[in-house]
């Protein structure tokens, strides 16, 4: 059966219209959002600290796991908007259950250590970071298709000799 993801940017205001349009093409709905990960805390917003949130996707697996995403995305909004809405690693702890998380694209933690040549043993600490939170069995590393953006094919490549090393699955992902 055909199935289709939506993730909006720190948002979920487009679930229930998908959700529905979804049902009517007989088309199983992912409900999801690219959640802004704070640098350091939701709390702090400095300016050349904080403007940068990572990105991770973060895909309902259950009914719990789809209302801890309004929760997240609620805080997001209501305590760590600084430019964008953020959430943190430490409210992301607190309702990761039924949440599935893909490392996200350029703009991810993983995928920047990468690209920005960290050492390895920084890029194995800041994996093991998500894989602390999520599990291997929810956490995915995300691979996607931009040919024209410099240095996609090198984190593909890298990321999938990570998912063997960590015995971490990946999933191939595509803006539609």
């Not at 059966?1 to 529905?20: C, H, P, Q, R, W």
């Not at 600290?49 to 209302?67: H, I, K, M």
């Not at 043993?121 to 998500?130: F, G």
Request: hydrophobic share 40%; proline share 4%.
């Amino acid at each position: 059966s055909s199935a289709i993801a939506l993730t909006d940017n720190g948002v979920m205001y487009g679930a229930i219209e998908f959700y529905k349009a979804c049902q009517k093409e007989g088309i199983k709905p992912i409900i999801g959002m690219e959640a802004y990960i704070a640098p350091r805390s939701l709390y702090k917003k400095e300016f050349k600290s904080d403007g940068r949130p990572w990105t991770l996707v973060l895909l309902a697996e259950t009914q719990e796991g789809y209302q801890n995403l309004l929760k997240l995305s609620s805080i997001a909004h209501m305590e760590g908007m600084y430019y964008k809405p953020r959430i943190d690693l430490e409210v992301l702890e607190k309702y990761k259950k039924g949440l599935i998380a893909l490392s996200g694209g350029f703009s991810g933690e993983i995928p920047h250590a990468i690209l920005e040549g960290f050492l390895d043993e920084d890029i194995e600490k800041v994996i093991k970071k998500y894989l602390d939170i999520f599990g291997k069995n929810n956490f995915f590393f995300e691979l996607s298709y931009h040919p024209n953006l410099p240095g996609q094919l090198e984190l593909n490549e890298k990321l999938t000799e990570l998912g063997e090393q960590f015995k971490v699955e990946t999933v191939v992902a595509q803006n539609s």
